[in-house]
């Protein structure tokens, strides 16, 4: 088994090339591996520190087993050499989890704030794994029916220019490590994943990531899996947003290279905030937090917005600077667009029909 081997080498401490990873992942999500084996090596790639090459070939595994969007008629193939790529920007806005800051759920708000502007958005995400509240968690309490087809997912998509891609219904390959994941209660690798394996083959991202030294690294792995333009952020104290309570560092993806700077609030025109400014809390409590930013509610939680939706503007090309972002941002906003986008995809997911499965 390449799972064994692979726990070996990486206690050791030692890297693993892309094609071991990309097995030994297969392994997993194929189910020949036992709980213990995969919390051993997630574990150890934690403590060693998981490589560019060693993401790289988990994200490949995982996308060759992912159930891909149909769009435009045509079925979305996740190694983004074969999508023609000039007939439409596609992004997502998903951090990795697990920051323990437990802020409100931002990249969710900007989603919706992006949405309202025009751009395709294709929002990536699940239930809290490491965190208090996933993006599927806060977004089901605000009305939006999870339990739905691919189909219906595709249409959303189509009709509206957002929908939801909950995990499970294009991951259920995972469900091996979901129970050692969730005994373990660490992030690991597959905190990381997540971001990586969009199943509309997003080629535009804003990345969260919970550690600084991260940024760089998941860039150059977004650029292998053939990612268009993307930033990876993050926030001073761990923080995996762009923060308005400090610094943040970012690393921008474009025409295969990679700029890391740090980008403050002052910069953009903000003041800091403090961290305790954007706590957010259980599902109840972020969907109210989201509503008010939606309604116009002033504040370093409609700044935070505000400034990763600017990130977002200008991953897909649509301004230059965060300012002018920021501007976009605000009138998506303040014009109403962004809610009426969180209203129409409420009404258009509870009219779908029902489709249930089993959590993994």
């Given amino acids: 088994m390449k799972i064994k081997s692979a726990i070996a080498k990486v206690v050791q401490g030692a890297d693993l090339d892309e094609r071991e990873m990309e097995e030994t992942m ?15 090596l997630i574990t150890a790639l934690r403590i060693k520190g998981e490589t560019v090459a060693e993401i790289t070939g988990a994200a490949r595994a995982l996308r060759a087993r992912a159930d891909a969007l149909n769009l435009n008629n045509h079925s979305v193939n996740l190694d983004r050499d074969e999508i023609n790529i000039e007939e439409e920007t596609i992004l997502d806005t998903c951090g990795t989890g697990g920051d323990g800051t437990r802020t409100f759920n931002v990249s969710t708000a900007t989603a919706l704030v992006a949405a309202g502007a025009g ?14 509240c996933g993006s599927a968690d806060v977004l089901e309490h605000l009305g939006v029916n999870l339990d739905l087809t691919r189909s219906d997912v595709e249409r959303c998509l189509r009709e509206l220019g957002i929908g939801f891609l909950y995990a499970p219904l294009f991951h259920s390959a995972l469900k091996h490590a979901a129970g050692p994941r969730r005994e373990i209660g660490l992030r690991t690798i597959f905190n990381l994943l997540g971001p990586l394996t969009n199943p509309a083959g997003a080629s535009a991202q804003v990345m969260g990531v919970y550690a600084p030294e991260l940024t760089e690294k998941l860039a150059r792995v977004l650029d292998r899996l053939g990612t268009r333009e993307a930033f990876v952020v993050c926030g001073e104290g761990a923080l995996d947003e762009i923060s308005i309570c400090g610094p943040t560092r970012v690393s921008h993806l474009r025409d295969h290279r990679v700029r890391t700077f740090e980008l403050t609030p002052e910069e953009v025109g903000f003041q800091r905030a403090p961290l305790e400014a954007i706590r957010g809390g259980d599902a109840a409590a972020n969907a109210r937090i ?66 249930l499965r089993k959590a993994i």
């Fill in 26 to 40: 297969m392994e997993i999500i194929d189910g020949q591996t036992t709980p213990a084996q995969i919390g051993a």
């Fill in 119 to 132: 751009v395709k958005v294709a929002k990536h995400g699940n239930r809290a794994v490491s965190s208090l």
């Fill in 290 to 355: 989201i509503r008010s930013i939606l309604a116009g509610e002033p504040g370093p939680k409609r700044e935070m917005v505000l400034l990763n939706t600017a990130a977002a503007f200008r991953a897909v090309g649509l301004d230059d600077t965060f300012p002018d972002g920021i501007r976009r941002a605000a009138e998506a906003i303040d014009s109403g667009k962004a809610q009426m986008k969180l209203d129409q995809l409420i009404a258009f997911s509870q009219e779908c029909r029902p489709f």
